[in-house]
């Protein structure tokens, strides 16, 4: 399907984690990543067409296959039940590549802000998604933050680590967040300007927690 070439392209920054069969052609993870940003949309109680706009900007196919996933979008926003189903094929699939996994969760975060707030059902069902494709706590949390910002008493949330980490621990965190969310990166992956620009604000947070908390724990040693 050219759904799926569209976005292993866009998604995959590991294309080689797919595997030679699944990087040509995966209809089953078009179906699924449709059905997902489908269903979330309806989370809310409520499915709107600008979320499917969103949908299509964040996860690029032709228009040969526009309406094709239209269709199947439809079918699938009247409920979210199912997306549990949906949610772990992928995880199971598709674990051993987990950058494309966290890049769908991070794409649907795009979907779920695009009528202007994320609700606490959204909020629980991307929480939910992660967790079924084995993504971890402190990758949704990462995500999270770089979407929505963070507590500003908690800069271990904004790149992704535990208090308890050690010092080494930490930079390699701060340094793997802020390759992960880079401006360039984004732009790279064609996504809209605004995607771009939320890539930067998320880049200027990771570099700001990261030195909050150096200073933070200098203090302490001090003190000590």
């Known amino acids: 399907m050219s759904l799926w070439r569209a976005l292993t392209k866009f998604l995959a920054p590991q294309p080689e ?4 069969e699944a990087a040509n052609n995966d209809p089953a993870f078009s179906a699924a990543v449709t059905a997902l ?34 269709r199947f979008y439809s079918l699938a926003a009247q409920t979210t039940l199912g997306f549990e189903g949906y949610a772990r094929r992928l995880g199971h699939r598709y674990g051993g590549c987990p950058s494309l996994l966290e890049s769908v969760i991070d794409r649907l975060f795009y979907v779920a802000k695009a009528d202007g707030a994320v609700t606490r059902d959204e909020l629980d069902y991307l929480e939910r998604v992660s967790e079924l494709f084995g993504l971890g706590a402190l990758r949704f949390r990462r995500l999270k933050a770089a979407h929505l910002g963070i507590k500003v008493d908690d800069p271990y949330e904004i790149i992704g680590v535990e208090p308890e980490a050690s010092d080494e621990q930490v930079r390699a965190a701060w340094k793997r967040a802020l390759s992960e969310h880079h401006p360039d990166r984004v732009a790279g992956q064609g996504l809209p300007q605004a995607a771009v620009e939320a890539a930067g604000a998320a880049a200027s947070a990771i570099n700001a927690a990261y030195d909050e908390i150096v200073r933070e724990r200098r203090a302490l040693a001090a003190a000590a």
Do not use: I, M
Not at 17 to 20: I, N, R, S, T, V
């Open 17 to 20: 984690c797919l595997g030679p």
């Open 37 to 70: 940003g489908a269903k979330l949309a309806r989370a809310d109680g409520v499915s709107v067409p600008v979320e499917y706009d969103s949908f299509v900007e964040a996860f690029p196919h032709d228009a040969q296959a526009q309406p094709q996933v239209g």
